[in-house]
């Protein structure tokens, strides 16, 4: 079992900054991968960012290649992302998730996805 806990959004203007966290409790060794995720209200949830632990791969989004990155402090069990030159569709719900086995072939797949977070508001205004 594995608990998430978001933080870190919030409302800023086009092109500002925001560093989301994500701090995790728990069987924190059994996650294959750890993923933001992005919802707005109508849309499906999308993958952003995922860190995938065997190989140590990144993958992102393409609508946030060179403006995110995604980091994880494995001391501290907090997995972060920093959101920079944020446009107004980067808006939505936030959320933090680990993963299984399966989601290192597809880390941009919701059904891989084992353990959520309840969520973190960020909103860009143009």
């Known amino acids: 079992q594995v608990t998430l806990v978001e933080s870190g959004g919030g409302s800023v203007q086009a092109g500002g900054s925001l560093r989301l966290s994500c701090a995790a ?6 996650p294959f991968c750890m993923a933001w995720f992005r919802q707005v209200p109508g849309k499906e949830r999308e993958a952003v960012a995922v860190i995938i632990h065997i190989g140590k791969k990144i993958w992102y989004a393409d609508s946030v290649k060179g403006r995110f990155t995604i980091s994880q ?5 907090i997995l972060h992302l920093q ?3 944020l446009i107004h569709e980067d808006t ?3 959320y933090c998730a680990a993963g299984g086995y399966r989601c290192s072939a597809y ?3 919701r059904d891989v996805y ?4 309840q969520g973190t508001q960020v ?3 143009a």
Do not use: F, K
């Not at 409790?25 to 059994?30: A, E, L, V």
């Open 92 to 94: 939505g719900m936030y």
């Open 114 to 117: 084992n353990y959520w977070g």
């Open 83 to 85: 959101m920079n030159s």
């Open 73 to 77: 402090d494995n001391t501290n069990n």
């Open 123 to 125: 909103t860009v205004s």
């Open 25 to 30: 409790s728990g069987d924190t060794n059994s």
């Open 107 to 109: 880390p941009e797949r």
